[in-house]
């Protein structure tokens, strides 16, 4: 297994799970009748609690494929952060941090998407096929749980072609939407900027965005009512799911069938 490691910054944005390396009180210590208020730390380092934060990576290698901070992937959930389980959708995230621990387990802190067929919506509401919606759920999760690669981009991105690293056979997605648990609604994606870990190189932003043209030209798609499936409720995600207070007007039918590859259908 290669790794390599990453110098980078966290993304402000993100929550992280490993904490700074603090004295508790009780390791405090200091020479018997001192009364200064501020007293010499006398206690052996090797005595001192030291908390595991890890090496922060750029990418780990994992069933023969490699694995950059930034990429979409398919998981196994059993926590069911992505509200699928019950269902055929997979659970897809995000990897924004790859981390290896002293012990050197890899894990990877991932954001997570849901499907709107999943999440509480008004039913006049239109979605893109193969659409995703955006969370502000993180979770750190052992490498191990990564099945496979998957590719999400913008609708208009996705109409003009695929990413360089997208195969025949591979999920592609598109986004441009996120649903908030706090409150329970759904909104649209106004910058892209915060889409991508601060840690991910320019180059590498533009090797899964940049589109490969479709063979044929640009392919249409056009929205499509998702009910929310019937047998579906709160007991489907561990978070509050009310109904979204987005107000819309329903999309116009378009004449122009989808045209996705056939192994998004």
Not at 166 to 177: N, P, T
Request: with cysteine; hydrophobic share 30%.
């Amino acid at each position: 297994m290669s790794i390599a490691s990453s110098m980078g910054d966290e993304q402000a944005t993100s929550q992280s799970p490993y904490t700074s390396n603090a004295l508790s009180e009780s390791e405090l210590t200091s020479d018997a009748g001192e009364e200064s208020e501020y007293q010499e730390d006398t206690e052996p380092e090797a005595k001192r609690t030291r908390i595991d934060e890890g090496e922060a990576l750029l990418q780990v290698e994992h069933n023969g494929l490699t694995y950059f901070t930034g990429d979409h992937v398919i998981m196994e959930d059993p926590e069911n952060s992505g509200g699928t389980q019950g269902t055929e959708c997979p659970s897809v995230a995000q990897i924004h941090k790859l981390t290896r621990r002293d012990s050197n387990a890899l894990e990877a802190t991932v954001l997570w998407y849901v499907h709107p067929q999943l999440t509480p919506h008004p039913a006049f509401m239109e979605f893109y096929p193969n659409t995703l919606l955006r969370t502000f759920r993180q979770t750190t999760v052992p490498v191990q749980r990564i099945q496979r690669k998957c590719f999400v981009l913008s609708p208009a991105d996705a109409m003009v072609g695929h990413p360089r690293e997208w195969q025949e056979g591979d999920r592609l997605f598109v986004c441009e939407s996120r649903y908030v648990d706090k409150g329970g609604f759904i909104q649209k994606i106004k910058m892209a900027r915060g889409f991508w870990p601060e840690s991910m190189s320019q180059e590498r932003i533009e090797m899964v965005t940049r589109p490969v043209p479709w063979p044929g030209g640009p392919r249409q798609m056009e929205k499509v009512q998702m009910p929310v499936v019937a047998d579906k409720d709160d007991a489907n995600t561990p978070h509050t799911r009310r109904s979204t207070r987005l107000a819309a007007t329903p999309a116009s039918a378009s004449s122009t069938p989808t045209s996705m590859p056939a192994s998004q259908a």
